[in-house]
T-cell receptor
Framework: AQKITQTQPGMFVQEKEAVTLDCTYD???????LFWYKQPSSGEMIFLIY??????QNATEGRYSLNFQKARKSANLVISASQLGDSAMYFC??????????????FGGGTRVLVKP | KAGVTQTPRYLIKTRGQQVTLSCSPI?????VSWYQQTPGQGLQFLFE???????NKGNFPGRFSGRQFSNSRSEMNVSTLELGDSALYLC????????????FGQGTRLTVV
């Protein structure tokens, strides 16, 4: 079974509008972390936001917020006020377990976002 | 503060050759992880090093190996290159053993011909 599922292969969004990128995950470990990364065409993976499984509040970083619904095992990324520079691939990733897992990340297939002017 | 540096950025190799890629993590970061990204398989974890010890290994053949030096710099080596090894190889560094952030370099794009 897929550990991280991103069901939207691609989407268009109008500049200045908000967009939600879906991510569902599968783990039986009670301790895990969820990450979102942005990958522009240059190839570099840019860290956006992190949510720990025990965090009580949804994570926010500037225009990025993570809608964490633990019971549904979803961790959707919301980008508010989209900008042309937000056009990129977006990846959801998970780190499972405590020390044993180290920093191993499992990635979803990604969602390509194109912001229209 | 310098980010994660990967060298070289681009590489073309012939099938059967071997290649070594380098990754210098952010200063003070002790964990280095390597990933392979291909259009078909997406992003796949190769291995992770922490304080010169391999802590995790992905499901890749033994042709893929790595190491980490005392200054936390890491290298990965691929021997007997195959066409399917053509990929973007990304390195990530984290400050501690179970980081809440992993910072990636720009990657090395390897093309095997």
């Amino acid at each position: 079974a897929q550990k991280i599922t991103q069901t939207q292969p691609g989407m268009f969004v109008q500049e200045k509008e908000a967009v939600t990128l879906d991510c569902t995950y599968d783990t039986s470990d009670p301790s895990y972390g969820l990450f979102w990364y942005k990958q522009p065409s240059s190839g570099e993976m840019i860290f956006l936001i992190y949510q720990g499984s025990y965090d009580q509040q949804n994570a926010t970083e500037g225009r990025y917020s993570l809608n964490f619904q633990k019971a549904r095992k979803s961790a959707n990324l919301v980008i508010s006020a989209s900008q042309l520079g937000d056009s990129a691939m977006y990846f959801c990733a998970m780190r499972e377990g405590l020390k044993a897992a180290g920093n191993k990340l499992t990635f979803g297939g990604g969602t390509r976002v194109l912001v229209k002017p | 503060k310098a980010g994660v540096t990967q060298t070289p950025r681009y590489l073309i190799k012939t099938r059967g050759q071997q290649v070594t890629l380098s990754c210098s993590p952010i200063s003070g970061h002790r964990s280095v992880s390597w990933y392979q990204q291909t259009p078909g398989q997406g992003l796949q974890f190769l291995f992770e090093y922490f304080s010169e010890t391999q802590r995790n290994k992905g499901n890749f053949p033994g042709r893929f190996s790595g190491r980490q030096f005392s200054n936390s710099r890491s290298e990965m080596n691929v021997s007997t290159l195959e066409l399917g090894d053509s990929a973007l190889y990304l390195c990530a560094s984290s400050i501690r053993a179970e980081g809440t952030e992993a910072f990636f370099g720009q990657g090395t794009r390897l093309t095997v011909v």
